[in-house]
């Protein structure tokens, strides 16, 4: 199999906006290495699917030890996968704060890892973080410390690494996205929802993945959060 096609890792891939990302980087003619913890095989040969949990290092090397044996290169890197619980700080559970920790940082940090150790070899790449507008706007309506803790440290993560890797080739940006319609918001809580938002509603899973293929393309960005939230972080 050739290696001139561009290749893409998204976790979290299996449903939402991972499911949207993976079909935006097919039709844009990228091979995926596409990664959840119930992912099916797909259809398609130019999409390698790896069940499995990102927390566990030796799924993160999978992604990029296979993708690299199936396609020859890893181009991007989109770190989707994540955890949200909101509910009052005193009401999390140490079984919460156990899975967050370990989806939303180990997870992010094993998978990166591994894909930048590549990227640097081949001289290029790129990596987008998956966050949230609540790192920037704390709104007692939707309590969440633990979606702070955990997508703080991504925000500056990002930029730490952007910087790291500059000059090596390796861009690294984040989309902080708002509220977005996605199978984990039952359709009766949209109205609610929405208008948590200066724009009156939620987004939309497309709404995101133009802000990645947005970034993908944008090749003097780099430390970037990119807010997708109608208008959340700029205030009410």
């Known amino acids: 199999m050739g290696t001139e096609q561009k290749v893409a890792i998204v976790t979290g891939a299996s449903q939402g906006i991972g499911a949207g990302l993976v079909k935006a980087f097919r039709d844009r003619n990228y091979r995926v290495v596409a990664n959840s913890r ?15 949990d990102i927390a566990d290092p030796a ?3 999978r992604l990029v030890s296979e993708g690299l044996e199936r ?11 994540g955890i949200f619980v909101a509910s009052p700080f005193t009401k999390y559970t140490e079984e ?10 180990a997870g992010f940090f094993y998978v990166t890892q591994q894909a930048v150790e590549a990227m640097e070899k081949q001289g290029r790449g790129h990596i987008v973080n998956i966050s949230t507008s609540l790192v920037n706007h704390a709104n007692s309506n939707v309590p969440s ?7 703080g440290g991504i925000d500056s993560a990002t930029k730490s690494l952007a910087i790291e890797y500059a000059k090596r080739g390796i861009r690294v940006n984040a989309v902080s996205p708002g509220i977005i319609k996605t199978p984990m918001h039952d ?36 430390g970037e959060i990119l807010h997708v939230d109608g208008g959340q972080s700029a205030g009410h």
């Not at 919460?96 to 940082?105: D, G, K």
């Open 59 to 61: 799924v993160a090397r």
């Open 187 to 222: 359709a009766a809580t949209h109205d609610f929802l929405g208008k948590l938002h200066p724009m009156g509603r939620m987004g939309d899973i497309a709404d995101i993945v133009g802000a990645v293929l947005y970034l993908e393309s944008a090749g003097f960005v780099t």
């Open 96 to 105: 919460q704060f156990v899975a967050m920790i370990a989806t939303n940082l």
């Open 38 to 52: 119930s992912i099916h095989p797909a259809n398609d040969d130019d999409i390698l699917t790896i069940a499995g």
């Open 145 to 151: 410390v633990l979606a702070s803790l955990t997508k």
């Open 71 to 81: 396609f020859g290169r890893i181009d991007t890197l989109v770190n989707n996968a």
